[in-house]
């Protein structure tokens, strides 16, 4: 089997569970925009029932829009994973965000996220079969710390482009995607 080509396109946002990453992306979504950069995609955003997590909820990055993506009640025709039932319809329109925003060109791609359930082969592993074909548009991929390795030797990621939700790595993440866009942008002018 030949070795896929390494995705330096890709920008992984990673940190342990429950430590904010999808609030730092956020962040950076907001900062990217701020700089004229078109960016689409989607975050996963987690709902508490006192200390464990019981929800998640699917926001277009583009528009707002949500729709329930997971939670710890069984639904029927969702599908289980661990300790959530996940919505089909949820997968499929998160599907459909991905692929509209490269149909139209955006710049920027947000994943929220690539975990367990992909590297078995199931929750976003379309929208991932979809992006690991993409060299041009940049990615964000939100990953958890436990396994991150696993994740970057999969889609043959380098580490270099990690970065944790420390302190100032918002503005750090932020620059490096506009210097890959910028200067994507000129190579393709010449």
Known sequence: MKPSKTHHNIFVVTGGV????????????EGLRKEQITVSGFLS?????????????????????TLSLATIEKKEGWIRFGRFWFNPEALDEGERIISQGLEQGTEVVILDEVGPFELEGGGWSR???LLEKEYKVVQIWVVRERILE???KRWSIPAGQVTGIGAGNEE???????????NDEISQAE
């Open 150 to 152: 696993d994740v970057l």
């Open 18 to 29: 429950q430590s904010g990453k999808s609030t730092f992306l956020s962040r950076v979504t």
């Open 127 to 129: 929208v991932v079969s």
């Open 172 to 182: 750090k993440i932020i620059k490096s995607i506009i210097s890959y866009v910028r």
């Open 45 to 65: 955003e987690g709902k508490f029932s006192g200390e464990r997590r019981s929800s998640f909820t699917l926001v277009s990055v583009q528009n707002g829009e």
